[in-house]
């Protein structure tokens, strides 16, 4: 016991020495422990859940990547987990089961049915949390705590919990949410703050218990995109949690399993994968950057349903494409649950046959996850206008679910009805959050801004007072509604304490100095800046078909004359490039169907066998993750360009480069490595044995490139060049 406890103490000194070093830019979750099937080589294994498992510790589990060389974080859902000693009583003596989330048929909403409910976030959860799940964490030697996923079912809050919490909070009796419209919007107010105060009192806790051990310990949140949440009808506290001073930061749950959802537009309603998951990681930026968070970036190379691996693989290209499409950020979870993608069998398409991921599709994923490990922040702009925005906040979470008084905002239109036009006609448009509008980043780089109370409201006047001095400094405000649904008149501060406007709207425009028609579209000029009102709800420009010409002939309007920012045009793709990367997305239903042409000497990344192209044509609908060869730094060093392993230990002489490449076992790894001149000879050993493997060597004179292909193994192949 004693030589087992030194070689934790061991490993856990190894962990704050590796976490000072470490640049902490790629991580995965893992609830398994270290198996070469698994190693994904990322810097940073995220530890999923601290309890001990039947023939293993916590510890054990933590110390098992350790020892493979990686620092190693924890995750934890807050709104569920494997808290079974929390819930049948071993913690404190007390059954927990009653503080499920419920809905009003009285069944509780279950994570695992039967065993793990969906939580009421009350103080015996809280403390529980505190004490027997971070304590032993930070007891661990872990310095950075990720909660996952505080979640609240718009469709609870008939629990005997919340009742509760309801009296507290309010100062008055529950009152059910099917009743009124008023009656949602401040259950779901509430269910908001209940994980808002829980996080608060976890992160607190975990700072200060941090501090008393002389560590510094960080807490993030994982969590899906506030787009998300609203349209699956989930609170969560978002944006607000990124001003906590025990929140560092968040990763951006964006996968195709939330992407996937389908969407209006043109009237018709289907899957759009690209554009949602755009549209999701946008507004977790919009959430972050102006509090300067850490954001990681998250795509999934399957899904939590059960579909085949071209789908996965269809759908991993375009999430993956659309989060490169934000050149500020570097930071990226590239795969939850590794050992459910390597040793999970899916189907293969148009068959019932069930398979471990195939080697192509392993290999280009392998080659995807290693390029995140280089891929660096960007000053360069999506191509196309950026400036550009859609107000968003998250009230959009507090009216979705139930329905009344005829009021229906199907798939979430009156978001999309703003952002899918724009997007289809290659306008990267931006999403700001209401609740950062006290920072001036928020609006800086802003030239028109839509906004809609048809689906939120407004949390406070003075997001009011932002927005009309920002008219007044030159900005472009289109505001779209009809102002009409059940929302606008619950008890609010728009209508009590000294306020009594009849809707939120009213508010801003008497903010504005102005007096829109109720029933037509108006114009208005407003000190430097200008204000168009549209009588539509959102919903209209998608859910009709031809919905969207009158916002998208407003906004070129706006953007053309009012801001004078210069022309408008529309196209059907976006651009960027990042480094060496170009990144390219082509939009269906859109203005046209031209290609996007890219002329340069590529390699494609979406390719298993990486070819050298002469130009790459990116057609309607899909997406190209390119490594463009005329923009490689220092072409006369020798260096890997493209891989599905990382690569370690590089050295270069005069004649030769070695390096050693490690991935997990059972895969197939494909690398183009850049030469000062063709080859002469290439040997493959494997890094711990010697034993020499088998390997394909091809050279192209164009790139002055080497293919080689081998298969891989998490414990090295070491490769050694000669020319």
Known sequence: MRKLFACFALSVLVQLVSAQNNPEKTAFQTGSPWRPEIDVRSDIAIIYGANDRKNMTFQERVKSWRDRGYQTDFMTGIAWGDYGDYFLGKWDGQNHMGIGQVQMNGDTIWHNKGVVPYIVPVKSFIEYMKTAVVKKVIDAGITNVFLEEPEFWARAGYEQPFKEEWQRYYGFPWRAQHLSAENTYLSNKLKYQLYFDAIKEVSGYAKTYGKSKGLNIRVYIATHSLVNYASWKIVSPEASLASLPGIDGYIAQVWTGTAREPVFYNGLSKERVFENAFLEYGSMVSMTAPTKRK???LTDPIEDREHDWADYKRNYEATFVAKLMYPMVADYEVMPWPERIYTRPYKVANSTEQVLIPQYYSTQMQVMVNSLNSIQVSDNKVSGVNSIGVLMGNSLMFQSYPSHDGYEDPYFSNFYGQTIPLLKHGIPVQTVHMENLSYAASLKDIKVLLVSYSNMKPNSAEVHTYISNWVRNGGVLIYCGRDNDPYQTVLEWWNSSGNAFKSPAEHLFYTLGIKPSL?????????????????????????????????????KLAYERDAKAGLLNFKNNLVVHRGPYDIVAVMDESVNAEPVVVKDLVIDLFDPQLPILNGKTVVSGAQAYLYNLSRVNNRAKPQVLATAARVYNEEATSNSYSFIAKSPINTLNSMRVLLPKAFKKVLATNAESGEIKELKAMWDERSKTVYLGFSNNPEGVKIIIFW
């Open 295 to 297: 954001l990681f970036f």
């Open 519 to 555: 029933s037509s579209n108006q114009d208005f000029v407003v000190g430097k800046g200008a204000v168009h009102v549209l009588r539509k709800n959102p919903k209209e420009f998608v859910m009709e078909t031809s919905g969207a010409d009158v916002l998208l002939s407003t906004i």
